[in-house]
Structures are given as structure tokens and as C-alpha cells.
């Protein structure tokens, strides 16, 4: 493992792992692929960091490795299973290997605001699928929202029919290959830590995701523009592992998890600003972003509402129909 790290990269993670873990307590390791600070999911990690080694001090110390350094979003699943890290938070189109039912999430404009998301992931239906990868060894602790996401490429699109010809990056979501194939283009599945390389050389003509993404990853920088397109959640699973969960005593359990909850609904609460701050961020920075009139958006929401056919076997009507039920 050690010797796939670069240096520089073993730096940054020991200047953010800071924690200083005394003898004797146990150690929580959280790795996740987003900024430290000023995006949902780093700042929601931080959070949960200074909140376990504040109120559990002496029994548990929680160190974060963010930005790939540790481990990418495949490779950390894996890690998890062999208490490589205790904490992960991929986002729910990285689960195909192990449930279906996360096709939910990633069908296009399903959720049409951050409101609708979190009415559903508070929900028996949506607080119910926690537990769908028990079976494979993994146990969700809690949603963290991060926003809906935005097209970006090298070349403006207003409608669907400009993306004719392209390549998009997508996360590794057979969801998001129906959706980009909708727009009559082509889909590659890339690891995030390879996007902006991939967008810089070439290798894909543009990519979905975040405002915060796209800001802090600087995707801008090597796109023509953003078009706000709002047309699908991104949204990651808060994950252990079952094993190193059950076998915490149950004090330990009952404080960590009741901590997690809180961050959970903290952070959550916090997605919405985050994003326009980055949106705007974009913007100061000297990017393009593009609105969509009302007669634009629908050719996108016409284009890609079909692939939802596609995936309602792996997923369930009746779970479909509730998550679109929280739109009210
Ligand atoms: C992506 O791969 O685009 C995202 O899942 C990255 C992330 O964790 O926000």
C-alpha cells in the first residue's frame, strides 16, 4: 500500500490526520476523495473528527485522509472489509458491486431540490436502505447530501443534441452510462482523482458533477463553461464496516453513533450554502456558467427522464415512487 503513496501525498495526509492518538485508544480512520475544507463532504469529515476526539477522548481518536490520499473510492470498499479504515464515504453510485437498489439515487431528475432529498433520506424507505449491503459486510451510518450536479465541457450546451458526439466522465454508475447515451454521446467511467487530467489532455470532452466539485477540483479551469443543469443527486453513503461496527462495546457504539447522527444533520444542513458559495466561487474565478430557460430544461428533463424504464426492475416502483413522493 505504502509504496503506491507519493510522498507528497503521505505529507498532506499526515497534516491532515493530526489527531494526536493516545496509547489506548481506538483508532477510527476516515479516507475519503474530496478537499479538506470548503466542500460538503470534507468539512462534514472534519466535523465528525473534532466531535469524536473532542467528546471521546481517551477511547476513540478519528484521523482523515482526504483527497485520495489514502485510498480511491474502489479501493477504500475493500479496505474497509480488511480494517484498512474504519470510515468511508463514497458516493451511492459507487456501490454497484455490491446493491442495485442505489440506482435510486442516480436517476435523472428525480429530486428536484436538496429539500425533496432530505425529506427522503429521512424517510422509513430511504432510512431502510442503511442496511441493504449488510449481507456483503457494510453498514450505512447516514446519508451526506453534496448537492445536485451540473454538465460541464469543452464547448457550450444548452440542449441535450450539443453533447452529440462527446465523452463524459461518469462515476462507475450504469445509470449515469444510460443517461449520457440518452444525449447521444459517449460515457467513460474514471476514478474522480483522474477527471481533471482527463479533461485537461483531452481524454473526455467534459464531465457532471458538483458546484463544489467543480470549484474545488477546478474542472472550470480546463472546460468552456458549467450549464446548470441540476439533473441529478450526488450523494454519499456515511459506511463501515458491519463487522467493526457489532464489534464495538455498545457504550463506545451508542456515543459514536449518536455523534455521527448530529454531524449527519448538521452537515446536511449546510449543503446548500456550501454549493452556492462555490457556485459563485466559479464565477469570481473567471468561469462560464450557463442558466437554462424553462423550454431548454425540459429537452434535458425529456431526454433522460426515460432512462428511469431501464432501472426500475433493480430498484423497486414502489421506492421510486417514494423518493419522487418527497418532491410534494
Ligand atoms: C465523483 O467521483 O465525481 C464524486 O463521487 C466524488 C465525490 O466524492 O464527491
Redesign the pocket.
Known amino acids: 500500500l505504502l509504496g503506491a503513496v507519493s510522498a507528497a501525498a503521505l505529507t498532506l495526509g499526515a497534516q491532515q490526520a493530526h489527531a494526536q492518538c493516545d496509547d489506548g485508544e481506538m483508532v477510527i480512520k476516515f479516507s475519503?476523495?474530496?478537499a479538506a475544507t470548503g466542500h460538503p463532504?470534507g468539512d462534514a469529515a472534519t466535523m465528525l473528527a473534532e466531535r469524536v476526539n473532542k467528546e471521546m477522548d481517551g477511547k476513540a481518536c478519528m484521523e482523515v485522509f482526504p483527497n485520495s490520499t489514502l485510498f480511491d473510492?474502489d479501493k477504500v470498499l475493500e479496505a474497509l472489509l480488511i480494517g484498512d479504515v474504519q470510515l468511508a464515504?463514497?458516493?451511492l453510485?459507487?456501490f454497484e458491486a455490491y446493491t442495485l437498489k442505489y440506482r435510486l439515487f442516480d436517476l435523472p431528475f428525480l429530486f428536484s431540490s436538496l429539500q425533496a432529498v432530505d425529506t427522503f433520506i429521512n424517510s422509513d424507505e430511504g432510512r431502510g436502505l442503511l442496511t441493504v449491503m449488510e449481507d456483503v459486510g457494510y453498514t450505512g451510518l447516514g446519508y451526506w447530501s453534496?448537492g445536485l450536479k451540473q454538465f460541464s465541457a469543452n464547448k457550450p450546451l444548452l440542449v441535450p443534441s450539443d453533447a452529440n458526439g462527446l465523452k463524459f466522465r461518469v462515476?462507475t454508475s450504469d445509470v449515469a452510462v444510460a443517461m449520457i447515451e440518452a444525449m447521444g454521446a459517449s460515457a467513460q467511467k474514471l476514478?474522480?482523482k483522474e477527471?481533471y487530467g482527463a479533461l485537461q489532455t483531452g481524454v473526455v470532452d467534459g464531465q457532471e458533477?458538483?458546484w463544489s466539485?467543480i470549484y474545488t477540483q477546478k474542472f472550470f479551469e480546463v472546460q468552456d463553461g458549467v450549464t446548470e443543469t441540476n439533473h441529478q443527486l450526488?450523494a454519499?453513503l456515511l459506511v463501515t464496516s458491519t463487522e467493526w461496527l457489532n464489534g464495538l462495546d455498545e457504550d463506545i457504539r451508542t456515543q459514536f453513533v449518536s455523534i455521527v447522527d448530529e454531524v449527519t444533520k448538521e452537515a446536511n444542513a449546510a449543503v446548500a450554502e456550501t454549493e452556492a458559495k462555490n457556485r459563485q466561487n466559479i464565477i469570481d474565478a473567471g468561469g462560464t456558467i450557463r442558466e437554462l430557460s424553462a423550454e431548454q430544461r425540459k429537452q434535458w428533463v425529456d431526454t433522460m427522464k426515460p432512462v428511469w424504464a431501464q432501472f426500475e426492475g433493480d430498484i423497486g416502483k414502489d421506492l421510486i415512487d417514494a423518493a419522487a413522493a418527497s418532491n410534494g
Open positions: 475519503h476523495v474530496v463532504k473510492d464515504a463514497p458516493s453510485s459507487k453534496s462515476q476514478a474522480f477527471v458533477n458538483t466539485n450526488l454519499y
